[in-house]
């Protein structure tokens, strides 16, 4: 008897998992969020348990430690992702990730492992900019544009920068206030479950984001 009760018990908690995940709707047209409101809300998923707070219409993060906050929409496979971002940390490093699970995290500040691409501005005490594949460290930077010995810092301390990220295919494509910066195609597009969801990450930099929006590439 008990043992049919496990049964039961457990086909009860898969149904409502997947029910859970029916659930998450996918970004079929475009979708936007200004940040004008108290806090992030249902629509975000706060691993980091309160980092991430919304002041003066815009969303702050500092010192998540690579807890993300996701947004519970799917990612069409072919995307335009674009937002307003400053740094108010002499550090810049300004994180976000395209193409996650919609749950990971660094459960120890210990060596995270993304499920997802990762594009980071300013990154190690401002010194370098990537796009990696699983990871932001060794192999999985698959483009990079570090600081050149004598130029300023990619983040420029309260500037605001305008971010467009485009995956179609296997290409990223990340523009700058409008201008190429970088771009990496991946011969075997991450997609599919485990891999259909946008995060803002931080380390410890103060970041503040605003003007989040997310289409259907064409």
Not at 105 to 112: E, L, M, S, V
Not at 175 to 183: N, Q, W
Not at 194 to 201: K, L, P, Q, T, V
Request: net charge negative; glycine share 10%.
């Amino acid at each position: 008897m008990q043992h049919k009760l496990l049964i039961a018990s457990l086909s009860v908690a898969a149904l409502a998992a997947v029910g859970c995940k029916a659930r998450v709707p996918a970004i079929a047209s475009p979708f936007a969020d200004d940040f004008e409101r108290a806090e992030p809300g249902p629509d975000w998923l706060d691993t980091s348990g309160g980092a991430y707070r919304i002041t003066d219409g815009r969303l702050n993060v500092t010192r998540a430690y690579n807890h993300p906050l996701w947004l519970r929409r799917k990612l069409p496979r072919d995307v335009v992702v674009e937002f307003d971002v400053m740094s108010k940390s002499p550090s810049g490093d300004i994180k976000v990730e395209l193409f996650g699970d919609g749950e990971s995290f660094d459960p120890d500040k210990g060596r995270y492992d993304p499920t997802s691409y990762v594009i980071i501005l300013g990154g190690w005490n401002n010194s370098s900019s990537i796009i990696g594949r699983l990871g932001e460290h060794d192999d999985a930077v698959k483009a990079s544009r570090p600081r050149a010995p004598g130029q300023p810092p990619p983040v420029e301390l309260g500037r605001s920068y305008h971010f467009t990220i485009t995956r179609h295919g296997g290409l990223i494509d990340w523009k700058l206030d409008g201008a190429p910066f970088l771009a990496w195609t991946d011969p075997s597009p991450l997609s599919g479950s485990g891999h259909e969801f946008f995060a803002i990450d931080d380390w410890e930099a103060d970041v503040h984001f605003d003007n989040l929006r997310i289409r259907p590439a064409n």
